[in-house]
């Protein structure tokens, strides 16, 4: 039997695309009005004393050992050592959405489509509560091949759950007929669709062109206008790492938030790849459906919500406080311009070396953005190679699947780039 709390989340959603695709597991969760529920109206309304949340104070504000601020001293105990709101900092949320806006453009005439977004402890864990709330063994994932290995482990061993594949590229191009016909697929064999689109795309790196991007959104809202509902999680990880002009420079989330009532977007990002900070384990959840109501909006949040309560409680405190004072700081764009100028770079270099360099034994598959490129490997297996690289040549490389091996030159100076990739090519042409 539900617990009348998840009973009254499911009727708020009663008629919306997020509650038509909920999992067994997204219908059953709700947030609890338990101790975290309490402690908050406890600290709006308890103004003589606050004794509900187990955090130690002293003269109202939290003990905090020296040999702990002594690393952080612009920080105060609060903003280093008190347990975060379990959606996460207030201000953080509200500039963040702030900032997502000013990156994509489109969404500022659409504040309203879209929910508040709520912080997670890093974007894995984004896409993990997603999974939880719509994926389950009825209800499969579409992501593209190749894609990243996470994917999989999340849908199919955490969630037991099927993990449906889209062919990723036909010749230069995203496979929009493949993707199209996967769509399709899933509308009639599971009565609704589930896909996870990932650009800067981990692991090609690879992000749609304009057209490209046009005809992606149009497959989705055709098929949304079939009568199918679709929910489409746009893995932003690696979002604003692009090196050439002609790619589509705002998230696909602000096409789709506002696009058909049959259409639930969800946008997974962070500032781990964006801002640099990888281990902060600090993501951000937003959801946007046409027609849904911020009542609707706060009953998807209080169901995510007790997925973190029910999970980490509540995502780190200190990356919070710091990332909300880093984003407010007018520095922060040069800064991040001149890191990514570095990134560039390195891009540019391994663009001018494989398409210099041709091999019968691989093939780089179309990249133009992010952290990483790929080879599709031919009579070879990725396993193999990756191990002779590391064995002989001291290289270290990611076997994705039998077929693609993936060289994330993010790490690689680039004055030792041509070494590698020379390696790689050796390697390849040896056996």
Known sequence: MLNPLAQELNDSLAGTVAGDLLSDLGKRIFFPKGIIAQSAEAKQRGKNANATIGTALENGKPMILESIKQYAPSLSAAEL??????????????????????????????????????????????ISYLADLFVDSSHPL?????????????????????????????????????????LADDAKNCGSVRVILNFPQNPSGYSPRKSEAEEIVNAI????????????????????????????????????????????????????????????????????????????YDALVKKLMGLIRSSVSCASTPSQSILLRALSDPKIEEQKKSLRKILEARYKKVRSFVDSHKSEKLTALPFNSGYFMSFRLNGINAE???????????????????????????????ENIEGVYQAIYKAADSF
Not at 247 to 267: M, Q, V
């Open 81 to 126: 050592v008190t347990y975060a709101p379990t959606a996460g900092n207030p201000d953080l949320r509200s500039k963040w959405k702030e900032v997502l806006i000013k990156k994509n453009p489109s969404l500022s005439h659409k504040e309203n489509s879209i929910s508040l977004p709520v912080v997670v402890p890093g974007l894995t864990a984004g």
């Open 142 to 182: 579409l992501a593209a091949d190749p894609s990243w290995d996470n994917y999989a482990l999340i849908t199919e061993s955490r969630r037991a759950a099927e993990l449906h594949s889209f062919n990723m590229f036909n010749g230069d191009r995203f496979d929009v007929e493949s993707f199209k016909k996967a």
């Open 221 to 296: 809202i055709s098929e949304a206008e079939k009568g199918t509902k679709i929910i489409v999680w746009n893995d932003d990880a690696y979002f604003g790492l692009n090196y050439e002009d002609d790619i589509f420079p705002e998230s696909l989330f602000s096409k789709l938030c506002n696009a058909h009532e049959n259409i639930l977007a969800c946008k997974i990002d962070g500032p781990t790849k964006e801002d640099f900070v990888w281990g902060f384990r600090t993501g951000f959840l937003t959801f946007g459906s046409k027609g849904m109501t911020s009542e609707q």
């Open 384 to 414: 193999a190679l990756r191990l002779k690289l590391l064995d002989q040549w001291g290289i270290g490389t990611i076997a994705i699947d039998q077929k693609t091996l993936r060289v994330a030159f993010s790490s690689i100076d680039e």
